[in-house]
């Protein structure tokens, strides 16, 4: 039986990146292979890609998704938007010291109203009161919603450094951080090598960053999130599968997408498809779609450890993030990278 506690580790605080290096592609790169690790960085990896092989990114934008204001009572508050719902209406993550009440109106940045309309789990579905687009109002008054452990309020750099350099579909509440580490060289030197791209959108959830509450892993419930595969991408991965070339995730939610995807059309060849995924993916799962990831590492008891424990072995990912740590390696979104070339072998999983 899997259990929380199987993915467990200790990261001393400081190697919690808390900003971006002054370069993109200016940092270190984790190679994994079936016994001990190689120290790169990033700019290396076209030297770990065959010609033939596909890189698939994920084009998500990061929304200005968080607000601060106050209930129409005068109590402040605290809006994440999780996702929205319609051109006006969202599902929101909302911090106050009392409870908002279905009914009730929060005036957000000082500059619109949205109404409670109830609550759904744990999310509150708000519904903006104004004339424009919700998007278009985030944009304009929200805030960059950098993840909970970089303890400090986003800043102007953020806004570039926060997004992808192929960002384009607007919906996510936090980045694919992998594909940060790419910028315009590192893309013309793949290129370079013959190896090909296609996108994929998957908006990234609040969920993301919140624990896992139960021990026994078969008990948990995967957060919701939105994804979109292309008829291109599809078409592009047959002809990579075709000519024995690899595909390779960039990031673990690009991943999320085209295994969900799969999972979508059955027992069918890979075909355009959205929707939302709850895939929660732990050693054992058995991939359909993709060979290799690059990713970042990541925190201590989550999904997504448990996600590329599952494509490289617990054992070894567990060996990797320690020695990640003994040479001081930067974690979680503006942090370092690891690339798993192969699907690996299973080691001693638990």
Request: glycine share 8%; hydrophobic share 40%; charged share 25%.
């Amino acid at each position: 039986m899997l259990t929380l506690s199987d993915f467990d580790y200790t990261l001393p605080d400081e190697l919690i990146a808390q900003a971006p290096l002054p370069e993109r592609s200016a940092s270190r790169l984790l190679v994994l292979g079936e016994r001990a690790p190689t120290d790169a960085h990033i700019r290396d990896l076209p030297q770990w890609l065959n010609p033939g092989d596909l890189l698939v990114f994920n084009d998500t934008r990061v929304m200005h998704a968080r607000l601060y204001g106050r209930k129409d009572s005068g109590g402040q508050v605290e809006v994440l938007v999780e996702r929205l719902t319609g051109e006006r209406e969202a599902l929101a993550q909302v911090r106050a010291s009392k409870t908002p009440r279905p009914g009730s109106r929060l005036t957000l940045e000082d500059a619109f109203e949205v109404e409670v309309l109830g609550r759904e789990g744990e999310f509150f579905m708000l519904r903006s009161l104004s004339d424009a687009p919700l998007l278009d109002l985030l944009e304009r008054h929200g805030r960059l919603p950098l993840p909970p452990y970089i303890d400090r309020a986003a800043v102007e750099a953020d806004e570039n450094r926060y997004q992808t350099v192929f960002a384009r579909e607007t919906g996510s509440v936090a980045a694919p951080t992998a594909g940060l580490h790419f910028d315009e060289a590192l893309l013309a030197a793949v290129e370079a090598r013959g190896v090909r791209t296609a996108r994929v959108t998957l908006h990234v959830g609040a969920g993301t960053f919140q624990p896992v509450r139960v021990e026994n892993l078969a008990e948990h419930h995967m957060h919701s999130e939105r994804f979109q595969l292309s008829a291109d991408t599809a078409q592009a991965i047959a002809d990579t599968r075709a000519a024995g070339g690899r595909v390779i995730a960039i990031g673990t939610t690009s991943l999320r997408c085209l295994e969900s995807a799969a999972a979508a059309c059955g027992d069918g060849p890979l075909t355009a498809c959205s929707g939302d995924t709850r895939l929660f993916i732990t050693p054992g799962y058995a991939f359909r779609v993709i060979d290799g990831l690059l990713t970042n590492f990541h925190l201590p008891k989550s999904t997504l450890l448990m996600l590329v424990s599952a494509l490289a072995g617990r054992r070894r990912m567990f060996d990797a993030y320690a020695h990640a740590i003994a040479q001081r390696y930067r974690f979680f979104s503006y942090g370092d990278a690891m690339f798993i070339p192969a699907r690996m072998k299973d080691d001693d999983e638990v």
